[in-house]
């Protein structure tokens, strides 16, 4: 029973991901080495599954491991320009060779109907081909790269077409020009561009560490990760890390193009491990996230409540009620003063409400149904609803702020409130005052 309960609730949980993601575009973008190391099985069902969900799925790969193979067989050298590999004809032969046969292993498995994986029976298609224009990046110090080269153009087009038609577009790390030249590209550049000229929902990077870290390598940890970091806040900890070994590499490739990327009008860039079971879904389907998602400004908004946030607020308070903490509220009351709440919401979920009432004629307020979701109960959530409740009562006049408690009285102590009775309280509230429950009174003047 325990295990179906948990169930329910997983799903219930999940369901809004579902019907948000239906439709969108995710571009999704992975080194050669999550094909090359034998897991990309596991990818793959995850893959299936999200487009089986209606999510448009756009895949890059790279394939650097397997053109570095293939130039060893061939005892080519290699030759870097500012990380930039240089690729000449020979080289390019092997970048050819490299990358089409990742692209097709990627094709195989992919079309894989294994009775007893997760996407048993699915006919979901694969479509590839000469989606992005290149041209040649140039000298660069000098040294002339040759056919390495850089996006031009995507053929947005195209690409929309094969995603309505509901088949994977499957983007390779290779180029062509309109003289019918071939450049070897960068997975980041081709995913970068490709989610910037479509605009994408959400641009995706899977790679070795675990996310974004708070700390230089030598003393970072699993818990120490940014899990959310705005555009400005992303600039920061590139300049702050401004060493190769304070920061992976995978990091210093794919950040600033994260950067470039929300700045440019993609929804969101997630940085997540290669190397976790289910990271993709558990980055998509959870409030928490596995990893670090960048966004062009703060996913929190502290606004006015409307009438579709009231089953989110019964959400918050309902524990509480149950609880004791908060008087059990009549719902068609809560409907009708919805007015007087606010909410504070992170990525479109309430994560904390708070109600002012007010009492004009002795020049006070209420603050009353103070809550906040137990996984942002340390985050200052409360202190910024309650910082916004103050103004708002000293906008209307007030000159005292009052509150009732049964639990929270040293909280508010501590934020400038001070014990009193419930005589003080303003006359009609006092009429209304449960002396069965024993709330304990606490009052704060307000500075003008």
């Not at 999940?14 to 948000?20: D, E, G, S």
């Not at 034998?38 to 394939?63: C, K, R």
């Not at 995978?250 to 993609?266: F, I, N, S, T």
């Not at 908060?326 to 409400?353: G, K, S, W, Y």
């Amino acid at each position: 029973m325990t295990r179906n309960i948990d169930f329910v609730a997983w799903f219930r949980s999940v369901a809004p991901y579902i019907n948000a993601f239906r439709g969108k575009t995710f571009v999704i973008a992975f080194g050669g080495e999550v094909v090359a190391d034998g897991n990309f099985v596991e990818l793959v069902h995850d893959f299936n599954l999200l487009a089986s969900l209606g999510i448009h799925l756009i895949l890059v790969h790279g394939a650097r491991p397997q053109i570095e193979f293939q130039l060893r067989q061939h005892n080519l050298d290699v030759i870097y320009v500012n990380g930039i590999r240089v690729t000449d004809m020979a080289s390019l032969q092997c970048v050819k060779e490299a990358v089409g046969k990742v692209r097709v292993e990627i094709e195989a498995l992919m079309s894989m109907g294994l009775p007893n994986s997760p996407m048993a029976n699915s006919a979901i298609h694969v479509a590839s081909g000469n989606f992005v224009t290149a041209r040649p990046i140039g000298v660069l110090n000098g040294v002339d790269l040759m056919y390495t080269g850089e996006v031009r153009k995507i053929n947005t087009s195209v690409i929309k077409a094969r995603l309505e038609d509901g088949e994977i577009v499957l983007l390779s790390p290779l180029g062509y020009s309109p003289t019918g030249e071939i450049f070897n590209l960068t997975l980041e550049n081709v995913a970068t561009e490709v989610a910037i000229a479509l605009r994408a929902d959400k641009l995706i990077f899977l790679m070795n560490p675990a996310g974004i870290p708070r700390k230089s390598k030598d003393h970072q940890d699993d818990c120490a990760l940014w899990r959310e970091l705005t555009v400005k806040e992303a600039k920061s900890v590139l300049k702050k890390f401004t060493t190769p070994i304070d920061l992976a590499d995978d990091v210093q490739l794919y950040l600033p193009c994260a950067v470039r990327a929300c700045e440019q009008g993609v929804g969101r860039v997630h940085l997540i491990s290669r190397h976790i079971e289910g990271a993709l879904l558990q980055e998509l389907f959870t409030h928490e996230g596995i990893g670090s998602m960048i966004t062009q400004g703060p996913l929190q908004t502290l606004r006015g409540a409307e009438i579709e946030d009231i089953g989110g607020i019964l959400q918050l308070i309902e524990p509480l009620e149950n609880e004791g903490v908060l008087v059990r509220r009549n719902r068609e009351l809560l409907e009708i003063e919805i007015n007087r709440f606010t909410v504070l919401e992170h990525d479109n979920m309430i994560i904390a409400c708070a109600a002012l009432y007010p009492f004009p004629e002795e020049n006070a307020s209420e603050l009353a149904c103070l809550a906040v979701h137990p996984h942002y109960r340390k985050t200052g959530c409360a202190s910024t609803l309650l910082k916004h409740i103050e103004q708002q009562a000293r906008t209307q006049g007030d000159h005292k702020l009052f509150v009732l408690t049964t639990r929270t009285a040293h909280w508010f102590i501590e934020r400038g409130f001070v014990e009193t009775t419930p005589d003080k309280l303003p006359k009609s509230k006092q009429n209304f005052y449960n002396y069965q429950r024993r709330s304990k009174v606490f009052m704060k003047q307000l500075p003008f």
